[in-house]
């Protein structure tokens, strides 16, 4: 079982950053993928930015040019460095990581942690 433990959010106005992290109780070397989803209330959860075996990114189109994700693989951590923040940017962060072992897929999920931009 990995554990997800997120940290970093909080309240900004709009055109601040923050900094959100994720430690995982695992190597994420040992991992397929890893990332950020955010959910807003009323709407489902969708991907922000992930990072995959051998380095490779994806973002979500709407914060492409202001969101950073980077790993730090000897503290086992994710960060997500969340720029030029919007009010749209206002939901419940998820650090997500996914595996695949043996032809089975697998699926973590942290807590969550509140990030609101107001204006």
């Known amino acids: 079982q990995v554990q997800l433990v997120e940290s970093g959010g909080g309240s900004v106005q709009v055109g601040g950053s923050l900094r959100l992290s994720c430690a995982a109780s695992?190597?994420?070397?040992?991992?397929?993928?890893i990332g950020w989803y955010r959910q807003a209330p009323g709407e489902t959860r969708q991907m922000v930015a992930s990072?995959?075996?051998?380095?490779?990114?994806n973002y979500r189109d709407a914060v492409k040019g202001r969101f950073t994700i980077s790993r730090e693989l000897a503290k086992n951590t994710v960060s997500l460095q969340m720029g030029n923040l919007r009010p749209e940017d206002t939901a419940v962060y998820f650090c997500n990581a996914y595996a695949r072992r043996e032809g089975e897929f697998y699926d973590y999920w942290g807590q969550g942690i509140q990030v609101t931009v107001s204006s």
């Open positions: 695992v190597s994420i070397d040992s991992l397929n993928g």
């Open positions: 990072i995959h075996i051998g380095g490779t990114t």
